[in-house]
């Protein structure tokens, strides 16, 4: 078990490209979530799956954000016509049932600047 | 709605010091809290947690007890090491398993 990888680790883009960051979760963990975290705050939440299912979506999560997680696998999130105001660390985390709680496992989050 | 308070930072101590971070909550229901740890360049890491009230949560020396009457999980370290300087998050997780998060609280710590 290698953790949870995300990939790139650090995407530089200019406003109005596109970018596509990956999360490869822990492999038997079926929820899989995003967060955004701007500097000084704590990471808020965008979106999870429960296998391919994308179950909850935040209100941050605005129609040019868009995240998938074909066959329950890995997951990527999409952003298009980034602005500069999207510039965060994105945060991947997966997690399987703990008991009363579901038990995250955080990735090391991939840091997009727009310029 | 749900929410996460921690006190604000940065802290500094030297080492061996005694350390707490204050965190309170507004939460409907019953959550479970959990205090995350953020050492540079790496992902965020469970510490601690906690599932029902007085409940203590403990991790490497670190502590925080659960208390539902005052609505808070302070985290606390009879005596902190370099090697703790990181940034912590309190955090909780409510009956819909949906995480809320403080904005961090940074501990340096010197020798």
């Known amino acids: 078990d290698t953790g949870v990888s995300q990939d790139p680790r650090h995407k530089i883009t200019k406003r109005g490209q596109n970018v596509t960051f990956r999360c490869d979760p822990i492999?038997?963990?079926?929820?899989l979530y995003w967060y955004r975290q701007t500097l000084g705050q704590g990471p808020e939440f965008l979106t999870y799956?429960?296998?391919?299912?994308?179950?909850?979506k935040s209100r941050l999560l605005s129609d040019r954000f868009s995240a998938e997680r074909p066959k329950g696998s890995f997951s990527t999130l999409e952003i298009q016509r980034t602005e500069q105001g999207d510039s965060a660390m994105y945060l991947c985390?997966?997690?399987?049932?703990?008991?009363?709680?579901?038990?995250?496992?955080f990735g090391p989050g991939t840091r997009l600047t727009v310029t | 709605g749900n929410s996460v308070t921690q006190m604000e930072g940065p802290v500094t101590l030297s080492e061996e010091a005694f350390l707490t971070i204050n965190c309170t909550y507004t939460?409907?229901?019953?959550?479970?809290l959990f205090w995350y740890v953020q050492y540079p360049g790496e992902g965020l890491q469970l510490l601690l947690k906690?599932?029902?009230?007085?409940d203590k949560g403990s991790n490497k020396g670190f502590e925080a007890t659960y208390r539902k009457e005052t609505t808070s999980f302070h985290l606390e370290k009879g005596s902190v090491q370099v090697s703790d300087s990181a940034v912590y998050f309190c955090?909780?997780?409510?009956?819909?398993?949906?995480?809320?998060f403080g904005t961090g609280t940074s501990l340096t710590v010197i020798p």
């Open positions: 985390a997966s997690s399987s049932w703990g008991g009363s709680y579901y038990e995250q496992y």
């Open positions: 492999s038997e963990h079926n929820r």
């Open positions: 799956f429960q296998n391919e299912a994308q179950l909850e």
């Open positions: 939460a409907t229901g019953y959550p479970s």
């Open positions: 906690a599932t029902k009230a007085d």
């Open positions: 955090a909780l997780v409510d009956t819909g398993n949906q995480f809320y």
